[in-house]
């Protein structure tokens, strides 16, 4: 056996009502904070106003940059960018989901080394389908995050996925001074999700820790945190998709979205996420989760038809967090069921569409085939059976 287990420094208060520490976290790290949010949620919420009473308060002014959409753009990041240049701010808050946690750390990346002569566009700094990339380094901003959903996991990871509206690429990029400092996880805050916004980010948790189990290569420090967050998954999500206040069950799934970004640091996401990423490159209305669940049966079935016995078990042991079998006994056998298992819990939070469901056309799919390949290789490599141009086309047909 042989691995590389790495993790940065990063610490999560976890808590109801712990985003009242938001204000001590920053005035150690800065005086100055960018908190970037999306259009709407958090100010209409009344949570944005209570963060900056709490960093006032420690001392920390703030200015607001609220222009992150789902999916996020290269030229949102620039533009976060800028402003935080024109103010001269010293650390960048994430307030959201994932697409701003994400562009929270682009901006904290280009605000960074913009100063010592790096360039003003985040794509300079990304390395997916090209020859050469600018060096992310320690010059990068210190990074703080306040999670809404559960989730990306990019609250415990050093990872963005940012949308070049030029080419439709959406790569994921990230180098360990991306790894945000502090991150908080306020389970009512995450109370406030709806139902659908709920099963939607929920999905993308097992889509993590799934892929990360299958993910070639050994990780056997990610693998208890992937199995465990699995049968949390399985447990909570269509329970908390039910009822949107049953605490118990918001907790343990952003716990569940806590252990994902743990195993998703140490190990890899594969071919789900690489041929979703040109999905919701080119359809940036789609939800990123949502197009994850109506890809997965096609990738199942073409990772246990061809892969060895080894990816078979894998899949069994999927089946068995997911409590559908106690114990694998035939490798096939409980690789099928693992299929069974998942199809009812995409089904039991209402997930089961086709990409044709989601405005995906056919037409399409000869260019998303090519962008898998182009933006996201590293996560093709890590797929337990490589693909493919065919194979991926033969699959987005089978998912419409
Ligand atoms: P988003 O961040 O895209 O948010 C989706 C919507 O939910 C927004 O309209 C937002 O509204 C709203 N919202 C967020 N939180 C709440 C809340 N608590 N209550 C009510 N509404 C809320 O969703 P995701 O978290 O799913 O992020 C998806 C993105 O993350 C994709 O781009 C995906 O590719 C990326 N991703 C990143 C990973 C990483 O490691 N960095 C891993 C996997 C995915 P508003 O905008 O008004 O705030
Ligand atoms: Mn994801």
Known sequence: MEFVHSLPESKVIFGAGKLDQIGVAASKRGSKAL??????????????????????????????????????????VDKGAKLALEEDVDLVIGFGGGSTMDTA????????????????????????????????????L??????????????VTPYSVLTNPETNGKPG??????????????????????????????????????????????????DPYAKEAIKFVGKYLPRVYKDGDDMEAREMMAVADTYAGISNTISSTALRHAMEHAVS????????????????????????????????????EIARVLGAIDEIKDEKMAAEKSLEAVEALIKEIDMDKGLGELGVESSSIPDMAESTFKYMEGDVEHNPVYPDKEDVEKIFEEAM
């Open 173 to 222: 990029f990230g180098d360990a001074p991306m790894f945000p400092d502090v991150s908080i996880v306020d389970p009512e805050i995450l109370r406030e999700m709806p139902p659908d916004l709920t099963a939607i980010t929920g999905y993308d948790v097992y889509s993590h820790v799934s892929e990360n189990l299958i993910s070639k290569g050994d990780h056997p420090t990610a």
């Open 281 to 316: 490159g080119f359809y940036p209305e789609v939800a990123h989760a949502q197009g994850l669940a109506s890809i997965t049966l096609p990738i199942m079935r073409y990772n246990i038809k061809n892969g060895d016995s080894k990816v078979r078990r894998r899949y069994g």
């Open 35 to 76: 908190i970037v949010t999306g259009k709407s949620s958090m100010e209409k919420l009344g949570f944005l106003e209570k963060a900056r009473s709490y960093l006032e308060r420690e001392g920390v002014s703030s200015i607001h940059f609220n222009e992150v959409t789902p999916n996020p753009t290269t030229k949102t």
């Open 142 to 155: 210190p990074i703080l995050t306040i999670t809404t959903t559960s989730g990306t996991g990019s609250h």
């Open 105 to 140: 750390k682009g901006i904290a990346v280009v605000a960074g080394h913009a100063p010592e002569g790096g360039s003003k566009n985040i794509w300079d700094y990304v390395s997916a389908g090209k020859e050469e990339s600018e060096e992310i380094t320690e010059a990068t």
